[in-house]
Every structure is written in C-alpha cells, then in structure tokens.
C-alpha cells in the first residue's frame, strides 16, 4: 500500500477530484496548506509600499492506495493539475506498514 | 407732567423691548424640515465613526485588527460625554480671547428645550457638532496601528479632544473665534477636522515611533476597507450637506459637490497609480474616494461644481503621493496615512477654497473665479488658518504626548507588539476558526 502525498494548485481541486473519480480512487483528505518551492513567490503593492508574499495557498491531497493503483492515480493527478508553468506542485509517494479501518476493525487491502 | 413723559418715554422703551423680543423670538422660530434634515444628518456622521473603524481595520494587521476597531469606538463612547461636560462650552460658549469659549456653558448649564441655534434647536446643533468631536480623534488612531498602549490611547482622547479639538474648532466656527473674524472659510471641517486631526497624528507617530518591520504587513482584509469607504462616503453627506445647518438649496448644493469630487478624486488615484504602479487597486480608488470628501470637505458649499471636479483632481494626486511617498520621503511610520490623506487633502481643500469659492454659492469669488485682489486676500487667509491649525494641533499634540509619556507610556512593549496588540491589550482576537475553537467552555 502506498500513500500517495500531492501538492497542487488550489484552482486545480476540482479537476483533481473528478480525474480521481474517474479512474476509480475513491477516498482522499484534502487540506489548505501554505508553501514553496521553485515558485519563490509574488510581489503586492500597496499604496506604494511592496510586500513580497513567499508562502503561497496550496492544496494538499492525500490518499492511500494498492501497489497496483500507484501509477493510475499519479498519472490521473498530474495530469489533471498540470498547467505547465512554475508552481504546479509535487507528488510524494511513500510506503504504508498498516490501515485500520475504525468502524470494523479490518486491516490491509481491504481497509484501503 | 415731566414725569409723565418719563414715565411714557420708559413704558415706549419696554414695549419697544418687548416688541423686539418678540419679533426676535418670531425670526428664530423652528424650522421642522432644516430640523429633520439636521436630525439625519447628526445620525449619517455618527455612522462615519464605525465606518473609519472598518477603513482602519481592513487595513491593518489581523493581530491588530481589534484594537483598530476599538480605537475609534472609544473616542464614540469617551467624547460624547466630553462633549457634554465642558466639550461643547469650550467650542461654542461665550468667547474668550477670540481663543476658546468659557466653562459657562459647562455640562449644557442653560441650554433649555426654547433655546434655538438658527433655526433649529440648540440640542440638534449639540449633537451635530458632537459627531464632529468624535470622529476627528478617531482619524488619529490610524497613525498609531499595531503600537499604542490602550490605556494612554483612552486618556489621549479627551485630553486631546479638550486642548486641540475644542479649542481649533471654536477658533473657525465659535462665535468670537480669530479664523470665523478673519473670514477664513471652512465650511465643514476641512481644517477642524482634517488638519487638526493630520498634524496630531503626526506628532503621534513621530512620539511612537516605528513599528518593527517584521510586524508591517498587508492589508488583512480589503473588503472591509471597502465597506468602511462605503459608510464613510455615505455618512460624509450628512457631513457636508448638514454643515448647511438647514434644508436650503446650500445643503443640496454642499451634497452633489461632495459626491462629484468624491468620484473624481477616487478615479483620479486608479489613473495615478495604474500610471504608477502597472495595476489599479481596490484599496487605491478607496484612498482616492476618501481623498477627494477630505479635499472638499472644507469647500463644499463654497465652490461649483467644475471647481469641485477641479480639486477632486487635485486631491486625488496630491494625497496618492502624500500616502505613497511622502511618509517614505520624511522616514515617519505613519501606518494608516493619516498625514498623507488626511493632512494633504485638507489642506490642498482649505487652499483651493480661496481659488475656486464663488458668489454663486453665496461665498466671496476666489482668485481663479475673480482673477483679483479679493482672491488673493481670502487665498493668504486661508493659507493663514491652515497654517495655524498644523502648528497649534502639532505643537500642543506634542506636549500632551510627552506628559502622556512621562505618566504612563505610550507604547506597548515589543512582545506585545509581536503577538499582536489584540490579544496582549484586550485578550480576544478576531477570527477563531472551527478548529482553534474546539477548546472547553469555562463557565
């Protein structure tokens, strides 16, 4: 099993969402995160005075998935929250040891 | 037979008295319509307080916001009984020196239901002028964001309101005052309000001093500075138009006049700094909207409305370079641009008074109306009060500051500063969030 951590656009959720629906993952927790990375940030000016803004909104998802499911989900998401330019965010995958489904008790796979 | 005569010449005398008495009381009577108007209008300039605290606040820091908001509130609650006490004496009581009015009229001692002031009733006109009182220490609060100790802000307000406001606001509108003598014009508060208010603050940031870079940030929230513009423009009706002190054609024409240079000013400063800056911003036509009531505040009733149009250009680009470089220029920390909206707005307004006043409005011509001497006369009194609003406001301001200071500081400590000035003063802040507040009720 395989969390699966991205970082995108915060205009780019609704495309996510619906690509994921798409091809089959269902599930995901999704949060208001702010950050950067190669994107350094925006100027604003006001009345004359400039603020930079480095920290800029972004929307992280996470969701855990097979082995099986890794690379249709990433590909569903990049694809989905690319525009191309500077700022389209990252994905992170990494390994999961357990899930515990709360409400049953059931574990592995079939908890996902 | 002589005494007859005397008699006679004294009854003649006591008739003529009491016929004069009379034809006085008569010529003084109630106007309903100019006391509805002035009722309204007392309520429309009661609202600009609040509207400022939302100008104020969207501007400042989240952490500040409260405090923002709770600086103008208070000169609401503080000058109201100000006013009342001995406020309203020192602005309008019998004159001494030409300077300020006596304490005879100290906690409104003879002012009874007959009393009238023109022709409406003294109490309307009491607390027409106490919306004036209120608001002009609440326009000081914005040079003071993020830095000032609540407890001298709440001492600052009457004492100010006592030794500056009261005083400058009988010299141009009290009966007897030196400026009312000279003709200086200042129909709504150009100068009581805007000078007065610009050059305390002045002193008050240059006694504060700077905030700590780290604790400037943006704007926290836009839309309620629109929503502060709004009431403002709003309210400034009520301002202007009821400066009148009727319902005449003065008041119409002080209303449309406001509203024409309010809107010249605010696309004048979308143009300035769309030339200046690459993009107009909400927060700059909002500056330039307040710029351009300022700017005809002291001229409403006097100019028309080309010359309105005129200094609401005027106002527009002189106030978007006194907010965007003045304060850079001179290295004060005035947060809000108190000095450069407020200060510069209202004295490019009480100088355009003396280009652009006119007969039509009842006024003497200016000098780009008369192109003579008269013009050039009321332009030199003119400067003549201005100038000694910024002085006495700026000089005494400063005294008062340096006692505050000595007495009970004036600025809050750096770690209050950085943890924000709402919850260090007033232990609560704006926003809790779903999340945050998840904590267990205490009783």
């Known amino acids: ?112 | 037979m002589r005494r007859f005569s005397f008699f006679s010449a004294m009854l003649f005398i006591l008739i003529a008295i009491s016929t004069k008495v009379a034809f006085a009381d008569e010529a003084v009577a109630i106007d309903t319509g100019d006391n509805a108007w002035m009722l309204v209008s007392c309520a429309l300039v009661l609202l600009m307080t609040p509207g400022l605290a939302f100008f104020y606040g969207g501007m400042s820091s989240v952490k500040n916001l409260l405090n923002m908001l709770m600086m103008s509130l208070m000169c609401m609650a503080v000058m109201s009984i100000q006013w009342v006490f001995w406020g309203y004496s020192i602005a309008f009581g019998p004159d001494i020196g030409h300077f300020f009015g006596s304490l005879s009229m100290a906690g409104l001692h003879g002012v009874t239901p007959e009393s009238m002031s023109g022709t409406i009733p003294e109490y309307t006109f009491i607390m027409f002028q106490m919306t004036f009182a209120i608001i002009t220490p609440a326009l000081i609060s914005g040079a003071a964001e993020g830095r000032m100790k609540f407890s001298t802000w709440l001492i600052f307000i009457p004492v100010w309101g006592t030794f500056v406001y009261d005083p400058v606001c009988h010299w141009v509108w009290g009966e007897g005052g030196w400026a009312l003598g000279m003709d200086i014009l200042d129909f709504a508060g150009g100068t009581v309000v805007h000078i007065n208010s610009a050059a305390a603050a002045l002193a008050v940031c240059i006694m504060l001093g700077k905030r700590k870079s780290s604790n400037i940030n943006p704007p926290c929230n836009l839309p309620m500075v629109m929503l502060g513009t709004g009431l403002l423009w709003f309210g400034w009706f009520g301002f202007n138009a009821g400066s009148a002190l009727s319902a005449g054609s003065s008041a119409s024409f002080a209303f449309l006049i406001t509203n024409v240079s309010a809107a010249t000013a605010c696309l004048t400063w979308v143009i300035c700094e769309w030339i200046g800056t690459g993009k107009p911003t909400l927060l700059g036509a909002c500056s330039g909207a307040v710029a351009g009531l300022v700017v005809i505040t002291p001229a409403a009733g006097f100019v028309g409305p080309i010359g309105s149009i005129q200094m609401g250009i005027m106002g527009g680009i002189g106030c978007y370079f006194g907010a965007t470089k003045l304060k850079q220029a001179f290295g004060y920390d005035d947060a809000l641009d108190v000095v450069g909206v407020h200060g510069v707005g209202g004295t490019i307004g009480a100088f355009a008074v003396g280009l652009y006043s006119t007969e039509l409005a009842g006024a003497e011509n200016g000098f780009f109306i008369g192109w003579d001497g008269a013009g050039i006369s009321l332009l030199g009194r003119q400067c003549v009060g201005f100038l000694a609003a910024w002085a006495y406001a700026f000089g005494v301001t400063m005294i008062i500051l340096l006692i505050l200071k000595a007495i009970m500081g004036l600025r809050t400590t750096e770690e209050q500063e950085t943890s924000g000035l709402d919850i260090s003063q007033h232990k609560e802040i704006s926003y809790h969030l779903e999340l945050e507040a998840s904590g267990n009720l205490k009783h």
Not at chain 1, 67 to 95: L, N, V, Y
């Open chain 1, 1 to 112: 099993m395989k969390r699966i951590e991205a970082i995108i656009r915060d205009e780019k959720l609704t495309a996510v969402k619906e690509a994921l629906k798409d091809v089959g993952v269902g599930g995901m927790t999704i949060s208001e995160v702010r950050g950067h990375g190669t994107q350094k940030g925006v100027t604003e000016v006001y009345r004359g005075r400039s603020y930079s803004v480095d920290l800029l909104p972004k929307i992280k998802v996470e969701l855990v998935v097979d082995d099986k499911d890794q690379d249709t989900a990433t590909k569903a998401i990049t694809e989905a929250a690319r525009t191309g330019s500077i700022g389209d965010g990252k994905i992170f995958i990494s390994p999961v040891d357990e899930i515990i489904r709360i409400r049953t008790g059931e574990k592995g796979s079939s908890a996902v």
